[in-house]
């Protein structure tokens, strides 16, 4: 499950965002997920806003599932752009846990998604010798090679290694059926 902690940063007088801290775990690996989120809902609801032209959502749900799944995003407002590339007509409201299992995404892609995640998690943690020095990954896709480097600087001050090593990770039933 996820464990949210929800939060409003003033970035200029009158102008905020919302973010979430959360903490969750992917396979044996306790992962910070820092989201910035589009909205929350008169319900209290995280909502995230996608605007595309209906025929690439195929191409596009994986990533914004995913991205939406990490950010621990309630419900997906979907605006359809017409022909001239403007949303005319109200969004469509998807619930998040209505998409894996629907016509957009299928379940074991969903499970499969976040099964790679872990594996990219496993082999990071048994690659990086330091896990508080900060590392470049690049992937070129001509020659299907990822490239780790050593950017030589410590990533996190202890006190906040310190503080997601004690985070809770609280059970999300919403999240278990896919996690």
Same mark, same amino acid.
Request: aromatic share 8%; net charge negative; glycine share 8%.
């Given at each position: /499950? !996820? &464990?949210?902690?929800? =939060? ?9 965002? &919302? ?6 775990? !992917? ?27 209906? +025929? ?8 914004? +599932?995913?991205?939406?799944?990490? /950010? &621990?995003?309630?419900? *997906?407002?979907? =605006?359809? $752009? ?8 109200? %969004? ?6 209505? !998409? %894996?299992?629907? #016509?957009?995404?299928?379940?074991? #892609?969903?499970?499969?998604?976040? /099964? *790679?995640?872990?594996?990219?998690? #496993?082999? *990071? ?26 950017? /030589? ?11 997601? #090593? ?7 039933? $919403?999240?278990?059926? *896919?996690?």
């Amino acid at each position: /499950g !996820i &464990n949210a902690e929800y =939060g409003v940063i003033e970035q200029q007088p009158g102008i905020k965002a &919302n973010y979430q801290m959360l903490t969750t775990k !992917i396979g044996d690996r306790k992962v910070v997920v820092a989201a910035e989120v589009d909205g929350i809902l008169e319900d209290g609801k995280i909502v995230e806003v996608k605007t595309c032209f209906a +025929w690439t959502l195929a191409k596009k749900i994986h990533r914004i +599932w995913l991205q939406s799944y990490l /950010g &621990n995003v309630d419900v *997906l407002l979907f =605006g359809w $752009k017409e022909r001239t590339g403007v949303v005319e007509k109200e %969004p469509e409201k998807r619930p998040m846990d209505s !998409i %894996p299992g629907s #016509d957009l995404l299928q379940e074991t #892609d969903a499970n499969a998604m976040l /099964g *790679l995640i872990g594996d990219v998690l #496993d082999w *990071l943690y048994d690659t990086l010798p330091d896990r508080n020095e900060t590392w470049s990954l690049e992937y070129t896709g001509t020659d299907r090679q990822i490239t780790v480097k050593s950017c /030589g600087e410590e990533f996190l001050p202890p006190w906040y290694v310190q503080y997601v #090593d004690n985070a809770p990770i609280l059970d999300d039933s $919403k999240k278990d059926d *896919l996690v």
